[in-house]
């Protein structure tokens, strides 16, 4: 996921909601799970912005390691 995903706005929603309220709605929740999955599946393939290689050696970053100013 980066900034052109068109889920990246209403994730961010999500997310605020549920700090704001401690929790969300069914429907939300369920929303919520696809969006976990589908970054599940892209981390696995490494496709994510968070992923990409910036320290020249080839090889992805695991999440721990990333710079992920600006990316989700």
């Known amino acids: 996921m980066d900034g052109d995903d ?5 994730t ?5 909601h549920a700090l704001k309220y401690e929790g969300l709605s069914d429907k939300q929740a369920r929303y919520a799970d696809r969006i976990v999955d589908r970054l599940t ?3 696995r393939r ?17 999440l721990a390691d990333a710079q992920i100013a600006g990316h989700a």
């Open 6 to 10: 068109p889920d990246l706005g209403f």
């Open 12 to 16: 961010a929603s999500l997310l605020a």
């Open 41 to 43: 599946a892209l981390y």
């Open 46 to 62: 490494g496709h994510l912005a968070s992923q990409i290689d910036s320290a020249g050696d080839g090889q992805p970053e695991g």
